[in-house]
């Protein structure tokens, strides 16, 4: 079935530090990837998505492009803030099997100190 | 924009006890709602996915007898976690979508629950 792999489990930075969060999938076809950011106390809201390999997705100063060579998504930010602390999801959805279904991976917890 | 509202936000039930939830999509037609379970130590798990109109299909582990949903409109949805235990316990997420050739979610906030 498909997978979504999330490298780190946490990731603890320096406000202005560079961010990068590792993710890998596996699935049959091409499935469309998003990135997540979830709150405290709040459900996960959509960062962004890209459908096609090489598309590059991006928001609020992330990005991620697409490479179905690596099978990977990479989240990247040159310059984190302390608002960026939150819990970051991979996930993907696989429109061939038109099931709607989002494979989410298992989350980065991001802490920034000031 | 488009909003989902889940409640209640937060539940305490007694073990062998059922409890309820509700999700409220506004400002959208919510055709697909998806309900997702996120437990500690593990990521968002799907429960079942709910389009108006279609039958409720149930992901494996989940059943309807145990996790009954329903969703008699495009604005609403309603689960009940059937004699819950302590298994049962973390956050329930609704998340709904315009049109089934969509994978774009909104989630709403989540109700988590607690069983004692």
């Known amino acids: 079935g498909d997978s979504v792999t999330q490298t780190e489990g946490q990731v603890a930075l320096s406000e202005e530090d560079f961010l990068t969060i590792h993710c890998n999938y596996s699935?049959?076809?091409?499935?469309?990837l998003f990135w997540y950011v979830q709150y405290p106390g709040e459900g996960p809201q959509l960062l962004f998505r890209?459908?096609?390999?090489?598309e590059k997705g991006s928001s609020r100063g992330f990005e991620a492009t697409y490479d179905k060579g690596t099978t990977s998504f990479h989240l990247r930010k040159a310059s984190v803030q302390e608002s960026d602390s939150a819990v970051y999801y991979c996930?993907?959805?696989?429109?061939?099997?038109?099931?709607?279904?989002?494979?989410f991976g298992h989350g980065t917890i991001l802490r920034v100190h000031p | 924009g488009a909003l989902v509202y889940q409640y209640p936000r937060r539940t305490i039930c007694k073990s062998g006890t059922s409890m309820r939830m509700e999700c409220q999509a506004v400002?959208?037609?919510?055709?697909?709602v998806a309900w997702y379970r996120q437990s500690p130590q593990k990521t968002f798990e799907l429960i079942a996915l709910?389009?108006?109109?279609?039958?409720?299909?149930?992901e494996q582990n989940f059943t309807q007898e145990k996790f009954p949903i329903s969703h008699p409109n495009l604005s609403f949805s309603s689960m009940t976690v059937l004699n819950a235990y302590l298994e049962d316990r973390g956050l329930y997420l609704c998340?709904?979508?315009?049109?089934?050739?969509?994978?774009?979610?909104?989630f709403g906030s989540g109700t988590r629950l607690l069983v004692i």
């Open positions: 996930a993907l959805s696989d429109p061939g099997a038109n099931t709607g279904k989002l494979t």
């Open positions: 699935a049959s076809g091409y499935p469309t």
């Open positions: 890209a459908s096609r390999d090489k």
């Open positions: 400002g959208f037609q919510a055709t697909s």
């Open positions: 709910s389009t108006v109109n279609s039958a409720i299909k149930y």
């Open positions: 998340g709904a979508r315009l049109w089934t050739g969509s994978s774009d979610y909104t």
